[in-house]
């Protein structure tokens, strides 16, 4: 099963909003609202930022967000700071009863 | 919060094969599932399957199939997960993950430090 699909790369200025699309199909991220979002810094574990397509773990920031249409999730981090700065991979459950992830977005705070 | 405390590096010969262990701190399992998750180096998160400590239940993907095993032991709260016919392809640092979220299988909100895994002649 191909991963999930993510720009490899986005970029913004601080203050800014920045979107990260991530696109499956109908067995996985569109079939159900088990999409998750992660974020990676160099070194680091990766952490989860959303679940369930829009919900934040408690001490997440308000500032990401996450929705899901059809086939395609989205990531909206609003407010753009320096420490945004990083990975970030979507993963969604699938039809299989197995978990996919994305190939990675590199997010860069200009 | 339960925290995922894994194995040290490894350096294996390709052929051979190699055991990384997740312990949770607190001495039990407070997650459904454990998740193993690797990363080649400069790659993106590769999921390779899950058991299920309460009943030992086990799910891999397709990729793996045949390759890796995984067990819990639920006395002592440890993982293990173990590849077999090592390859250069497998050098990656390997993560376990879990869920405090019930019992989902996904939305991996603790993470085990990673252990690298070199596969070299």
């Known amino acids: 099963q191909s991963a999930l699909t993510q720009p490899a790369s986005v970029s913004g200025s601080p203050g800014q909003s920045i979107t990260i699309s991530c696109t499956g199909t109908?067995?996985?991220?569109?079939?159900?609202?088990?999409v998750s979002w992660y974020q990676q810094h160099p070194g680091k574990a990766p952490k989860l930022m959303i679940y369930d397509v829009n919900n934040r773990p408690s001490g997440i920031s308000y500032r990401f967000s996450g929705s899901k249409s059809g086939n395609t999730a989205s990531l909206t981090i609003s407010g753009l700071q320096a420490e945004d700065e990083g990975d970030y991979y979507c993963?969604?459950?699938?039809?299989?009863?197995?978990?996919?992830f994305g190939g990675g977005t590199k997010l860069t705070v200009l | 919060q339960v925290q995922l405390v894994q194995s040290g590096a490894e350096v294996k010969k390709p052929g051979s094969s190699v055991k990384v262990s997740c312990k949770a701190s607190g001495g039990s399992f407070s997650s459904h599932a454990i998740t193993w998750v690797r990363q080649a180096p400069g790659q993106g998160l590769e999921w390779m399957g899950r058991i299920i400590p309460k009943i030992a239940l086990a799910h891999f993907a397709q990729h793996f199939q045949g390759r890796v095993s995984m067990i819990a032991d639920k006395s002592s709260g440890t993982a293990y997960m173990e590849v077999s016919s090592l390859r250069s392809e497998d050098t990656a640092i390997y993560y376990c993950?879990?869920?405090?979220?019930?019992?989902?299988?996904?939305?991996?909100?603790?993470w085990g430090q990673g252990t690298l895994v070199t596969v070299s002649s």
């Open positions: 993963s969604s459950y699938t039809s299989s009863i197995t978990v996919i």
């Open positions: 993950a879990g869920s405090s979220y019930g019992s989902r299988v996904d939305a991996f909100d603790m």
């Open positions: 109908s067995s996985d991220v569109g079939g159900y609202n088990y």
